[in-house]
């Protein structure tokens, strides 16, 4: 069974420039929950998708938005990309019920200059 | 304002030592979820605790769920180099909205 997959691993934008970022969940898994991670703030939730709908959001600026499509894949997008957007984004899948467990991609490792 | 606590922040031991990690917090929690993230890598989910009071055993390491679910410790038996790594713990409250905490980094010097 594949699991969750992220791309690009790695990408580096200029100040200004946009970003688009892909998750693949593990078959069978509607639900697809974006973080942001860097070395100050740690784990940080930015929003969470299920079957298309954005069901939960964290506390980040609305140049952060995301869509999920029918097959439970999802982007994330990041407009106007700032020197402080520079971090790991990890999505992660999961059945989207209660105590359901999450799993992880590998992340994208975003470097702003 | 972090919804989970995590003790301590930094871990630096010996090979063959024992360790506890601590995930506290104020509010109760449905399920809770330990994770190991390596540098450049997602968080590989260990272990999920539901019960209040359950503890739960993967080889060497054990984890407890607080009896009112609000606090869970993960205790590491004889520590190898390559038990090495970010750990996260993470509760669900919402349905599926995880809150993570501030992680404890652990270094096994061999």
């Known amino acids: 069974k594949a699991g969750v997959t992220q791309t690009p691993r790695y990408l580096i934008k200029t100040r200004g420039q946009q970003v688009t970022l892909s998750c693949s969940p593990i078959s069978g898994h509607r639900s697809v929950s974006w973080y942001q991670q860097t070395p100050g703030q740690g784990l940080q939730f930015l929003f969470e998708?299920?079957?298309?709908?954005?069901?939960n959001k964290g506390n980040f600026p609305g140049r952060f938005s995301g869509r999920q499509f029918s097959n439970s894949r999802s982007e994330m997008n990041v407009s106007t990309l700032e020197l402080g957007d520079s971090a790991l984004y990890l999505c992660?899948?999961?059945?989207?019920?209660?105590?359901?467990?999450?799993?992880f991609g590998q992340g994208t490792r975003l470097t702003v200059v | 304002t972090q919804l989970l606590e995590q003790s301590p922040q930094f871990l630096s031991i010996q090979e063959g030592e024992n360790l506890t990690v601590y995930c506290n917090s104020s509010?109760?929690?449905?399920?809770l979820q330990w994770y190991r993230q390596e540098p450049g890598e997602g968080p590989v989910l260990l272990v999920t605790v539901v019960t209040g009071g359950e503890v739960k055993k993967l080889k060497r390491l054990t984890f407890q769920f607080g009896d009112a679910r609000k606090d869970s410790s993960l205790h590491i038996t004889a520590a190898q180099p390559g038990d090495t790594g970010l750990y996260l713990c993470?509760?669900?409250?919402?349905?599926?909205?995880?809150?993570f905490g501030t992680g404890t980094s652990l270094t096994v010097i061999p």
């Open positions: 993470a509760g669900d409250r919402t349905g599926n909205q995880f809150y």
């Open positions: 992660a899948s999961s059945l989207g019920t209660s105590d359901t467990e999450a799993f």
């Open positions: 998708y299920f079957s298309e709908t954005q069901r």
């Open positions: 509010s109760v929690f449905s399920s």
